[in-house]
């Protein structure tokens, strides 16, 4: 995970004193990363701005990727869902050109998340579908998956939502995957009632890495759990 780090900051202001564009773009990007995962998004999208302006009329294109699918995040987070797509489709564009097709699946599965968070499930599923076809890569493909279970439960198809749920658990994962699959899972059982496989879920994802929120609704689940 990045973390706020004075080699970045290093970095940055070493090569702001030369005359390498493609690395002081990446300094902006690793930097503006950094903000991202500290919540500053309004700092990091001036930080992505100015690598885009410095590798625009290059052939950085998997760089330039990476920097509008972060933008998109951030659009997304902050429900600018609009501006999100638009980033993220321009984000597949460079990954094409880039030629890297693991870039281009992760892209498709934000894009589907995107079209989830608007409640248009069928569109969701079509990018999910995508990314699934986009490469073999199992991370990636754990994560579309994951999100196609997330995708059913939203639209309240708890039967498809369980088997794709239970399916991700069996890929690898990055960050605190493991523990918001465990937790939709855990969310899932408490929506049908079936409180003791609910309890095993969410004690499972306290368990792994995760958020203050999903910690927080595990022990939601748990207490109402017991309170039945």
Known sequence: ?????????????????????????????YKAKTLKVDQRFDDATVL???????VKN????????????????????????????NKYKT????????GDSIAISYSLIYTGRV????????????????????TKDSLSNGLAIQE?????LTSKKFDSALY????????????NYYAIRCYYLADLFFDIQELDSASYYANKALNYPSTF????????????????
């Open 1 to 29: 995970d990045l973390k706020p780090d004075s080699l970045i900051d290093f970095s940055l202001s070493y090569y702001l004193r030369s005359n390498n564009n493609v690395r002081l773009a990446k300094s902006y990007f």
């Open 48 to 54: 992505y701005l100015k690598a885009i302006d410095l």
């Open 58 to 85: 290059t052939d950085e294109n998997l760089l330039l990727g990476k920097i509008y699918s972060d933008i998109g995040d951030i659009c997304s987070i902050q429900k600018d869902y609009k501006e999100s797509l």
């Open 91 to 98: 984000s597949i564009n460079f990954f094409n050109r880039s």
């Open 115 to 134: 079209y989830r968070f608007m409640k248009d499930y069928n569109t969701a599923q079509n990018y999910y579908d995508q990314a699934l076809h986009y």
């Open 148 to 152: 196609i279970g997330m995708n059913y």
């Open 164 to 175: 794709y749920l239970r399916k991700s658990l069996s890929y690898p994962t990055v960050s």
């Open 213 to 228: 929120f999903i910690q927080r609704d595990c022990y939601r689940i748990l207490v109402r759990s017991e309170e039945h």
